[in-house]
């Protein structure tokens, strides 16, 4: 009886994920995955350290007004925005939709970016990414940093979601000095729609919120110049809101990324206070796994460093950390470096009281990734996971933390 309900169970998720994705390639029988998926495992541990968070989604959906903002930080298994997407919508289905979020202009950048936005730019830009901290330019709130010394240059930004994905507000991550040019945005039919003109000295914090005059799908950011002085356009990365009620869902992630990483880029940290999180996630580790046998005995302490830092801006947002799931190394080898790091985050959230959700044990711990590949859920080079993978994962961690959530209610409000 146990297995048929895993089963009744995943058979429904399938079709959450079809009706999600719709274009999509199917998933296998769902029979094949609902053996090794620990569903009765699939929880927030220590959620206790969440009840504020909690508390403020309950909140929003009783009160319909404001907004819970969650900043997820991770890898290439957040960078394409797969898996993120899922959590987002889900959660925007049941506490309301504020709107895409952060994103950064990552195929200006000559990377991969979220399959639900579209980037493109005319002049030079030239951009770094913050596994790269050797590289000029400094790296803000996205990981990622675009920036062009071309006057008239432009980025343009499509979302390319239904109706419910056009904004009408936009707030610029970018310095705000003299030496930045200044930025029109318009739309498609070159309308100007708002103008941003930076004149306070080196405040690297600056966000810029601008108010648009309807809603958009398409905007294109100009460079002007208006002084001598202006020399860059520097774009840590853009939120795109809709005034509405509801969840901001910011998926932060660079391909490769590890905690130092994040540690190293000085700004990130201070940044991330702009985004004003209720809710920090934090999805990394497969990187270092990799380093196995050599991975670095202070690795716990570039955890602490990232918490820490994050926490020292923000310092009222919960944090929820996760393990990586089982992957290999050279495609077909075992990789022992991911029990390693999963023990590793557990120990620390569990001595420092922070929730976790362990998705290597979720997703059936030890030799499961071999499962995976011959469900079709993970690529050929046995370390990403294909469309469907990440959008199972997606759809597991978004159940986990409704758990959490609709157990908060029944205790609190009866």
Same mark, same amino acid.
């Given at each position: $009886?146990?297995?048929?309900?895993?089963?009744?169970?995943?058979?429904?998720?399938? $079709?959450?994920?079809?009706?999600v994705?719709?274009?999509?390639?199917?998933?296998?029988?769902?029979?094949?995955?609902?053996?090794?998926?620990?569903?009765?495992?699939?929880? %927030?541990?220590?959620?206790?350290?969440?009840e504020?968070?909690?508390?403020?989604?309950?909140?929003l959906?009783?009160?319909?007004?404001?907004?819970?903002?969650?900043?997820h930080?991770?890898?290439?298994?957040?960078?394409?925005?797969?898996?993120?997407?899922?959590?987002?919508?889900?959660?925007?289905?049941?506490?309301?939709n504020?709107?895409?979020? %952060?994103?950064?202009?990552?195929r200006?950048?000559?990377?991969?970016?979220?399959?639900?936005?579209?980037?493109?730019?005319?002049?030079?830009?030239?951009?770094?990414?913050i596994?790269?901290?050797?590289?000029?330019?400094?790296?803000?709130?996205?990981?990622?940093t675009?920036?062009?010394?071309?006057?008239n240059?432009?980025?343009?930004?499509?979302?390319?979601?239904?109706?419910?994905?056009r904004?009408?507000?936009?707030?610029?991550?970018?310095?705000?000095?003299?030496r930045?040019y200044?930025?029109?945005?318009?739309?498609?039919?070159?309308?100007?729609?708002?103008r941003?003109?930076?004149?306070?000295?080196?405040?690297?914090?600056?966000?810029?919120?601008?108010?648009?005059?309807?809603?958009?799908?398409?905007?294109?950011f100009?460079?002007?110049?208006?002084?001598?002085?202006?020399?860059?356009?520097?774009?840590?990365?853009?939120?795109?809101?809709?005034?509405?009620?509801g969840?901001l869902?910011h998926?932060?992630?660079?391909n490769?990324?590890?905690?130092?990483?994040?540690?190293r880029?000085? $700004?990130?940290?201070?940044?991330?206070?702009?985004?004003?999180?209720?809710?920090?996630?934090?999805?990394?580790?497969?990187?270092?796994?990799?380093?196995?046998?050599?991975?670095?005995?202070?690795?716990?302490?570039?955890?602490?460093?990232?918490?820490?830092?994050?926490?020292?801006?923000?310092?009222?947002?919960?944090?929820?950390?996760?393990?990586?799931?089982?992957?290999?190394?050279?495609?077909?080898?075992?990789?022992?470096?991911?029990?390693?790091?999963?023990?590793?985050?557990?120990?620390?959230?569990?001595?420092?009281?922070i929730?976790?959700w362990? $998705?290597?044990?979720?997703?059936?711990?030890?030799g499961?990734?071999?499962?995976?590949?011959?469900?079709?859920? %993970?690529?050929?080079?046995?370390l990403?996971?294909?469309?469907?993978?990440?959008?199972?994962?997606?759809?597991?961690?978004?159940?986990?933390?409704?758990?959490?959530?609709?157990?908060?209610?029944?205790?609190?409000?009866?």
């Amino acid at each position: $009886m146990k297995g048929y309900s895993s089963f009744r169970k995943l058979s429904l998720l399938l $079709m959450v994920l079809l009706s999600v994705w719709g274009q999509a390639q199917p998933l296998a029988d769902p029979s094949s995955f609902a053996t090794f998926i620990r569903d009765e495992e699939n929880v %927030l541990q220590n959620d206790i350290a969440l009840e504020k968070f909690l508390r403020q989604l309950y909140q929003l959906k009783a009160s319909d007004s404001g907004t819970v903002n969650i900043v997820h930080i991770g890898d290439s298994h957040i960078q394409a925005d797969f898996l993120t997407e899922v959590v987002r919508k889900n959660l925007q289905v049941n506490f309301g939709n504020a709107g895409r979020g %952060l994103v950064v202009p990552g195929r200006v950048a000559g990377t991969n970016e979220p399959f639900n936005i579209r980037t493109s730019s005319t002049g030079t830009w030239t951009s770094k990414r913050i596994i790269h901290p050797a590289k000029p330019l400094p790296i803000g709130v996205g990981g990622i940093t675009v920036s062009s010394e071309e006057a008239n240059s432009t980025l343009s930004v499509t979302l390319r979601g239904d109706a419910d994905d056009r904004i009408n507000r936009v707030t610029l991550f970018m310095p705000n000095d003299p030496r930045s040019y200044s930025l029109a945005v318009v739309d498609s039919l070159s309308v100007e729609l708002a103008r941003y003109s930076p004149s306070v000295e080196g405040d690297t914090l600056n966000a810029v919120r601008l108010q648009l005059p309807g809603l958009y799908r398409h905007l294109e950011f100009r460079s002007v110049r208006e002084s001598e002085q202006q020399s860059h356009t520097t774009l840590f990365g853009l939120s795109f809101e809709n005034g509405k009620p509801g969840v901001l869902y910011h998926a932060i992630g660079v391909n490769g990324a590890r905690f130092e990483h994040y540690n190293r880029a000085t $700004m990130f940290a201070r940044q991330t206070a702009l985004l004003k999180p209720d809710l920090v996630i934090i999805s990394l580790g497969t990187n270092e796994s990799v380093q196995y046998p050599n991975i670095e005995t202070g690795f716990l302490e570039q955890v602490q460093a990232l918490v820490s830092a994050i926490r020292k801006y923000n310092p009222d947002a919960a944090f929820l950390l996760v393990t990586p799931p089982d992957a290999f190394i050279k495609k077909i080898k075992v990789n022992p470096g991911i029990e390693v790091v999963r023990r590793k985050i557990l120990e620390y959230a569990v001595e420092n009281g922070i929730a976790f959700w362990d $998705m290597y044990r979720v997703n059936g711990g030890v030799g499961s990734a071999m499962k995976w590949k011959e469900c079709g859920l %993970l690529r050929p080079d046995g370390l990403h996971f294909t469309r469907d993978g990440y959008a199972l994962q997606g759809r597991l961690l978004f159940e986990a933390i409704m758990k959490s959530y609709n157990r908060y209610v029944a205790d609190r409000y009866p």
